[in-house]
């Protein structure tokens, strides 16, 4: 097999070096070292030598295959070096003219409004919080004043995470909202305390149309001396307004959360028909946007601030959802989908 991988190698470096361009230097590659090709014919022969020989020609055909490989990349240089250097002594060819157009990336629409929100609200003095997204059962659930009896934790399917049982922690879950971090910020920083929390939230739900298992919301919390709703009302018509560049309204109803009392939903006009009712809210001219309230005592507590000296509110919005408002996006499926022909629309 030694004259045979011997002669190979010289009928390959001879047809290297007859080569004019890359084409006939693919062709050679193919021929003599692709995955089809001569090289490769022989060596699958190899398993049927004995023990003596297979080590033998197992190296010498590694060394050949280096060789050659080395043989073509040189020459595939040589070619191309050639080739820019008549191109550039060809006097109508201009140097200066721009390169082939390169695709370049952008911004995923979802961190556009990220970045947006973030501006707007750390222009009002709130600082921007983040926390995990692998979460304890304690700062998910029984530090918002959540127990583990309580029938509210059925209003969030949970994928809970197998890892060992803490003491005080409990499981870890993947984070079903932003709020874990309120009490994380309490314990951090004490009152008074502006912050927001824009992150990743997680849900075992059966996805359609406006839900999916994996989506943003933005967690909200002011907590300070003499605070009230009209404070949220003011901040979320300021912040709404800035974003949307218009007046937007805001609606604020009763609604239950256990780590708020009392606990308000909050809803925008529609912008999409302009408060008249259409298939985006409804009919209803009114959009849904997030839970909000004063913060619980139980929850002040659990973040070590004392609720007789400072009082808070708190809110959380689905911002998917307020990015599907802002480019009229009909399915919140697209977002995450990775599909080029969603996202390189904006
Ligand atoms: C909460 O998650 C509360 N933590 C909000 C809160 C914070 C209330 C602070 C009070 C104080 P809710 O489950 O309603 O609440 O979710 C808030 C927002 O997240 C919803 O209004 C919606 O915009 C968005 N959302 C909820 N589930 C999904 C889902 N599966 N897909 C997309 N968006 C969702």
Partial sequence: MIPQLEKLKRECLDAIAKATDTEQLQEVEVKFIGRK?????????????????????????????????????????????????AQLEDPTFDVTAPGPDRQKGHIHPLSQVQKEVEDIFTSMGFMIKDGPEAESEYYNFEGLNIPAWHPARDM???????????????RMVLRTHTSPVQVRTMEEFGAPLRMIVPGRTFRYE????????????????????????????????????????????????????????????????????????????????????????????????????????????????????????????????HNLSGDLRFVNQF
């Fill in 37 to 85: 090709g001569e090289l490769t014919n022989i060596l699958r022969g190899v398993k049927d030598l004995n023990d003596n020989e297979k080590p033998v020609i197992g190296k010498l055909s590694n060394e050949i295959k280096n060789e050659l490989e080395q043989a073509i990349a040189a020459k595939k240089q040589k070619i191309e070096s050639k080739a820019l250097n």
């Fill in 156 to 170: 969030q399917d949970t994928f809970f995470i197998k890892n060992k049982e803490d003491k005080k922690h409990g």
């Fill in 206 to 333: 059966a996805t359609d149309a406006s839900h999916d298992t994996t989506f943003y919301q933005v967690e909200g919390l002011m907590i300070d001396k003499h605070i009230s709703i009209s404070h949220l009302k003011g901040v979320l018509k300021q912040f709404l307004s800035k974003l949307f560049g218009r007046e937007v309204k805001v609606r604020i109803r009763p609604g239950y959360f256990p780590f708020v009392e009392p606990g308000l939903e909050v809803d925008f006009s529609c912008l999409i028909c302009e408060g008249k009712g259409c298939r985006v809210c409804k009919k209803t001219g009114w959009v849904e946007f997030m839970g909000a309230g004063m913060v619980h005592e139980n929850v002040l507590k659990a973040g070590g601030i004392d609720p007789k000296k400072w009082q808070g509110w708190a809110f959380g919005f689905g911002l998917t959802r307020l990015v599907m408002m802002r480019h009229g996006i009909d399915d919140i499926r």
